[in-house]
């Protein structure tokens, strides 16, 4: 039975009608309106509520699936299956792949301003500050890390209250996002990692030599200002990329 949720208000005004019914789904699945495993209203109660036709709806709901959010059964309808834990974004492909009940935590392991000469030469820019986070998601049951996230945004004043009182809700995009940095487009990248390093291995509790994936996310303005770096190191047994073409 389809459990009737709360309408957590009207985001979104302003996007295209479909991009409006995937952010406001989405935001009552980010926030446990919706809970994983629940099933989503149908397709005719979603043209209902909205107001759009069938085909808008579908298009929402393709967007919700290419983030990892949902998955839709034929015949049956949409079930969510993001758990918490997931690291997509707006633009990144990279999807959790474990079907597994398994708990993750995620732990704030730093964050700081500081310059940072590898992320500079990787994106060009000259021997600027950064906002540097860096953010371990982990098993609750083992503590074995199964992604290890350092972010790297270019210098803000706005900033300052993260250094002080941290992110906001514990969300670097909310903290972005307070700072009016809009996500426009961007690129990723990802590789094999064939050993992952002694002293990455001891932070995730892994072991030393492990095969990894190696993701690193560039995201940016409609002006092409950089927005933030990413570089993450991932269970490849837990993510994988979805690609469309």
């Avoid at 959010?69 to 990144?92: K, M, P, W």
């Avoid at 906001?168 to 064939?194: F, K, M, Q, Y």
């Avoid at 409609?222 to 073409?245: A, C, M, Q, Y």
Wanted: contains cysteine; aromatic residues 6%.
């Amino acid at each position: 039975m389809v459990k009737q949720k709360p309408h957590l208000g009207n985001p979104g005004i302003g996007l295209p009608k479909s991009e409006r019914i995937a952010h406001t789904l989405e935001q009552e699945i980010r926030s446990g309106a919706i809970a994983r495993g629940d099933q989503l209203a149908s397709e005719n109660e979603l043209v209902r509520r909205f107001s759009v036709s069938r085909n808008t709806v579908r298009k929402g709901l393709e967007q919700l699936v290419r983030q990892g959010l949902i998955t839709t059964r034929t015949g049956i309808g949409s079930f969510v299956t993001y758990e918490g834990a997931s690291i997509d974004n707006a633009l990144g492909w990279t999807r959790a792949l474990s079907k597994t009940d398994d708990k993750v935590e995620t732990r704030l392991l730093g964050i700081e301003r500081q310059t940072c000469l590898k992320t500079s030469q990787f994106l060009g820019l000259g021997a600027i500050e950064y906002l540097c986070v860096n953010r371990l998601r982990l098993l609750s049951k083992n503590g074995m890390g199964i992604s290890l996230e350092r972010s790297r945004t270019p210098w803000r004043d706005e900033f300052f209250d993260a250094l002080e009182n941290g992110l906001i809700n514990d969300s670097l995009g909310e903290t972005l996002a307070a700072a009016g940095l809009a996500i426009h487009d961007g690129e990723e990248w990802a590789h094999v990692l064939p050993s992952i390093s002694t002293a990455d291995a001891k932070i995730m509790a892994r072991t030393p030599g492990e095969p990894m994936l190696h993701l690193r996310r560039v995201s940016r303005t409609v002006d092409g200002d950089v927005i933030e770096f990413v570089e993450s190191i991932l269970d490849p047994t837990r993510f994988g990329l979805h690609l469309e073409f």
